[in-house]
């Protein structure tokens, strides 16, 4: 296979471990407060460690160590504004419980606004990790981007969780849940990467930058909304035990992956 098709299959891949966090949901298991928070708070873990090994580390043997800075900046302060013009997931669940229960808050379609919701806060999420990929096959840098794939993939199953159990509380069935959850996965990922892809033959030299701008992106995710959501409900013990758990296994499956 060409460079392209690699990296169509594998960010393809990546993106549908996202779905694999929904599974618990097509069996009616019920999410206690403990175990949302818990997995909120490993996939924060797992998202920290990713941006500093898989992303920030890599960008700086490619370049220079202001180019990885500067997409960090640009990354996190985008993922800011982000948030304000699209409202985050786990920000609008009290939102979503209103709708589910027939109470019309902005006169929008229920199924149109969850749609907008979740397709908005994961494309934050994955566009700018599928753009690291999708650069790094470009350039050439197959090692490192099998080594971002495998780390994403790892990351998107319990964000895939976190944000399955909000939607599915909401209302929404739960095979629409599993559809929503691995198509709000996969899409930006495949776009985001076939754009890194594009770019590189536009300007070489990017990784370092597109690097940093995932890295900070997912660093901003965590910190504003991972964290607090993780630590609402008087499980932040659990919560934080999880983030540990995470980040040491991503470590571990980077240094073997390495």
């Known amino acids: 296979m060409t460079p392209f098709q690699s990296m169509l299959v594998v960010s393809t891949l990546v993106g549908l471990a996202t ?52 997409g960090v900046t640009v990354g996190g302060f985008g993922l800011l504004a982000g948030n304000r013009i699209i409202p985050h997931v786990h920000g609008e669940y009290r939102r979503w419980r209103g709708h589910a229960e ?66 599915n509380q909401s209302g929404v069935s739960s095979g629409k849940v599993l559809l929503y959850t691995t198509l709000s996965g996969t899409v930006p990922q495949v776009m985001g990467s076939v754009f890194g892809f594009a770019l590189v033959g536009l300007a070489a030299g990017i990784f370092p930058v597109a690097a940093g701008f995932a890295a900070g992106a997912m660093l901003a995710v965590v910190l504003r909304e991972m964290v607090p ?3 609402g409900h008087g499980y932040a013990d659990a919560a934080t035990a999880a983030f540990i758990v995470g980040f040491v296994l991503l470590v571990v499956v980077d240094a073997a992956v390495g």
Not at 107 to 116: E, F, I, K, M, T
């Open 102 to 167: 027939g109470i019309d808050l902005d006169g929008l379609d229920d199924r149109v606004r969850r749609a907008v919701l979740v397709g908005g806060a994961i494309t934050i999420h994955n566009a700018p990790e599928g753009l690291a990929m999708g650069i790094a096959y470009a350039s050439g840098l197959e090692e490192v981007a099998l080594v971002l794939a495998v780390v994403i993939a790892l990351q998107n199953v319990p964000d895939g969780f976190a944000f399955a159990v909000p939607v």
């Open 229 to 231: 959501s993780s630590h």
């Open 19 to 70: 779905g694999l966090g929904a599974i618990p949901i097509l069996f009616g298991a019920r999410v206690s407060h403990r175990t949302y928070d818990a997995a909120l708070g490993l996939a924060g873990g797992i998202m920290v460690a990713a941006s500093v090994f898989g992303l920030i580390i890599p960008g700086t043997e490619q370049g220079a160590l202001w180019e990885v800075m500067l």
